[in-house]
């Protein structure tokens, strides 16, 4: 079936460090999106990446959409503790569906 | 955020009751969906409902029965559910119910089955 992973799991940087998670779909996907999600919180909205080899940045975050839109990747630059939280892709096969990633914990050690 | 909101925001149940969660958006979307968030897996997509019709329904047991009266509106009924279930369920929504728009979650009830 169609699944979306995402390495690492865990990832734990001193503050000021730099972070990147990586999100692979055995299937070409015709959008993606990327939620953040605090502890005891829910998803929330980052961004959608529609076109082969887009990028797209907010502010220290920097998000790809591969040139064949199978993997997506997010880039935080100079982590802050307010960074901490799990990351998650969400690629759309196609249909009515978003299919989540496992997503990624960021821990910020100051 | 008050966009959508769900209740209760935690449920304790035993294997033999039945309840309901109850999900509501205040955004004007046209779509919502139910999801589950289980310890260790990805979220997983259960229903969505796009102008009050169920347009997805993702291999979830019968014991899962969702209602959606009306747009602004969604229910997710449940009835005699085993342990496994337990698990944080959000409900979100969205406007075109298309699949590729942003989907803004409420804040989930966390369900423990006994």
């Known amino acids: 079936g169609q699944q979306v992973m995402q390495i690492p799991q865990y990832q734990h940087v001193q503050e000021g460090e730099d972070f990147t998670t990586y999100c692979n779909s055995s299937?070409?996907?015709?959008?993606i999106q990327w939620y953040k999600q605090r502890p005891g919180g829910h998803p929330v909205f980052l961004i959608q990446?529609?076109?082969?080899?887009e990028v797209k940045k907010q502010k220290r975050l920097t998000f790809q959409f591969g040139e064949a839109k199978k993997n997506s990747s997010l880039h935080i630059t100079a982590t802050q503790t307010t960074d901490v939280g799990t990351y998650f892709c969400?690629?759309?096969?196609?249909?009515?569906?978003?299919?989540f990633g496992t997503g990624t914990r960021l821990k910020v050690l100051a | 955020e008050t966009g959508v909101t769900q209740t209760p925001r935690h449920l304790v149940m035993g294997m033999t009751n039945k309840k309901s969660l109850k999900c509501e958006q205040h955004?004007?979307?046209?779509?919502m969906y139910w999801y589950k968030q289980s310890a260790k897996k990805p979220l997983e997509l259960m229903f969505v409902?796009?102008?009050?019709?169920?347009?997805e329904n993702n291999s979830v047991p019968s014991r899962f029965s969702p209602e959606c009266p009306n747009s602004s509106h969604l229910f997710l009924h449940l009835h005699t559910l085993q342990p496994e279930d337990s698990a944080l369920y959000l409900c979100?929504?969205?406007?075109?119910?298309?699949?590729?728009?942003?989907?803004?979650f409420g804040p989930g009830t966390r369900l423990l089955v006994l």
């Open positions: 979100a929504s969205s406007q075109g119910g298309q699949g590729g728009e942003t989907q803004y």
């Open positions: 409902y796009s102008l009050e019709e169920r347009v």
């Open positions: 990446l529609v076109k082969s080899g």
């Open positions: 955004l004007g979307h046209n779509a």
């Open positions: 299937t070409t996907l015709s959008n």
């Open positions: 969400a690629g759309r096969p196609g249909t009515y569906k978003y299919i």
